[in-house]
């Protein structure tokens, strides 16, 4: 909608018009996206072991094999 | 010749103690072990049977003296630590200070993702026994191979090759290939240097932690290609290929890719299919070069003069994979072999063009990807303890806990098998190998197993003042199709001992 409303504003520039429609398409995607990838952060950022320096600090192993 | 082949993979698990860093992980270790066994043997418990082992064996035709050997080195005394078989013909062990898991015989590259997958099941069951019990603090098991201050430990691969194969072929080869295919199947890592100690992310759990190209040694001085020697078959006929560069994978795609390619390529060394010689002039040195560079566009010099990069070099092996399964089999190819081809060449596709397009099914992509995510929205830098906690924390096995399991949860990461499949070889073992008949003589004659290994059970039984030895030589010897009919007759270990010896 966003790009919809700005293409008025653009028109004396460009004759782009047709190919308002694809990269419309193609920012929802991305905003899908984002949206997906927010989510999945939130979800991680709720399982993240807390004070990470610690954390992380303290994972010692003595070598295998 | 096709990705058919005996093999199977040894994973060692990284422990702590939740909140007691200097808690001893060889105690801990056994915790895991034992708490696993109590719960799931029926009766006695059947001890590891060692007699068979030798570790010292060289591929190039000696053994190291037990007094030159460094003690980490020596694996086959039974120093107490907890060490069982499972009814699905696995191995469930303490080896140093880490519980390892061996798959049993297997001989598909899914069959080693279904197997290692079992193993990830059992031990997250292990450990939540161990934690489980009154007092005793949560154990935490992670599938990864370093703690980023210098420790390593391994998640070794085991293939059976023909010992006719001369070695310096296998090493000739082979090593190219090993140096390249962790851009299919590294698990990823955050910290450069054995220590951690240089910022950044790397494709490689273990690129840093290897020093030389061949040797025996896999504690110290890691070699590219480990000359250990100890076929647990007729060893006038095989030997064991004992592979232990490879990262501990999540993935099941990683895991089916680094079995079934690195299967395809020794079916060639044996067949002398390959004529093209891909040596590298400095494998140690590119092999970390290639790690340190997840566009995967880093150059590496070949001794007929050409540079490649990690992925055209696995290209070449793709393209002499196609050539060889096409002459040798045609259309009579089986699924996995065609399968693993297509894999592996859309991967590597989608690699050469932009490595982020693999996040989906390879570990280190999908780790690199969740990394950037946070690195964009909470500006982090390299150096954030944050960015260190993701990685370890991608190799937590609680399904709650562990970010590949988040990741795969949401369907953002392929599998290959569900999770009723992976849980029912936690108990069944395969039935195409020698490991059905040890593991189908766990689960009905418990009461008279002595002792297992890889190529015997022995059993104690009522009325003889000996132990009995049943070898397994053979390991395509014991399968369902043998002794299936069998094992399903006899009600009782005598039984099936007189049948057997008759």
Known sequence: MAQEQKQPKKSSETEEAPEVAPDAAVAERKEQLDEDIDAILDEIDDVLESNAEDFVKSFIQKGGE | ?502
């Open chain 2, 1 to 502: 010749m096709s990705v058919r082949r005996v093999m199977g993979t040894e994973i060692e698990y990284g422990i702590s103690v939740a909140g007691q860093p200097m808690a001893n992980q060889m105690v801990a270790s056994s915790q895991v072990v034992n708490a696993y066994a109590s719960a799931t043997a029926k009766a006695r418990r059947a001890r590891w049977d060692f007699e068979e082992e030798s570790p010292l064996r060289d591929a190039r035709g000696f053994d190291m003296s037990r007094q030159v050997a460094d003690p980490s080195q020596l694996t086959d005394e039974d120093m107490g630590l907890a060490n069982v078989i499972l009814t699905n013909g696995a191995r469930l062990y303490v080896d140093h200070a880490h519980p390892e898991y061996s798959t049993p015989e297997v001989t598909t590259p899914l069959d080693v993702v279904r197997f290692e997958k079992a193993g990830e099941q059992v031990m997250l069951d292990a450990a939540r026994r161990a934690s489980a019990v009154p007092g005793a603090a949560p154990l935490l098991l992670y599938k990864n191979n370093t703690d980023n201050k210098g420790a390593s430990y391994g998640a070794h691969e085991n293939y059976l090759m023909r010992r006719s194969t001369p070695f310096a072929d296998i090493v000739k080869h082979l090593t190219p290939f090993f140096v390249s295919r962790q851009v299919v199947c590294g698990a990823g890592r955050v910290g450069i240097g054995q220590d951690g100690r240089d910022d950044g992310f790397q494709i490689s759990q273990r690129a840093d932690y290897f020093e030389v190209e061949v040797g025996l040694e896999t504690t110290l001085k890691r070699p590219i290609i480990n000359t250990r020697d100890e076929p647990h078959a007729d060893p006038e006929k095989y030997r064991r290929l004992h592979v232990i560069i490879g990262d501990a994978n999540l993935s099941e795609v990683s895991t089916y890719l680094k079995v079934g390619t690195t299967a395809l390529v020794l079916a060639m060394i044996e067949e002398r299919f390959i004529t093209r010689d891909l040596g590298l002039e400095t494998p140690v040195a590119s092999l970390r070069a290639i790690s340190h560079d997840p566009t995967c566009t880093e150059l590496v010099g070949l001794l007929d003069g050409r540079k490649l990069t990690a992925v055209q070099l696995q290209m070449e092996y793709l393209d002499l994979a196609r050539k060889y399964v096409d002459e040798t089999l045609g259309d009579d190819a089986d699924t996995q072999t065609r399968d693993v081809l297509a894999r592996w060449e859309s991967v590597l596709t989608r690699l050469e063009s932009d490595p982020m397009q693999c996040e989906r099914e390879l570990d280190w992509v999908a780790k690199k990807a969740l990394l950037e995510q946070y690195r964009e929205r909470d500006g982090l830098a390299w150096d954030d303890a944050k960015l260190a906690l993701i990685d370890l924390q991608y190799a937590d096995i609680r399904p709650e806990k562990g970010l590949y399991h988040r990741l795969a949860g949401r369907g953002r990461i392929e599998r290959l098998l569900d999770d009723v499949t992976i849980e029912g070889a936690m108990h069944d073992p395969p039935e195409d190998t020698r490991a059905y008949f040890r593991g189908r003589c766990l689960e009905k004659y418990a009461d008279n197993v002595a002792a297992a290994s890889w190529d015997s059970v022995i059993f104690d039984l009522p009325g003889r003042e000996s132990l009995q030895r049943v070898p397994t030589i053979d390991p395509l010897r014991g399968s369902r199709t043998h002794v299936g009919e069998l094992i399903d007759r006899c009600d009782t270990a005598e039984q099936l001992f007189a049948a057997l010896t008759r």
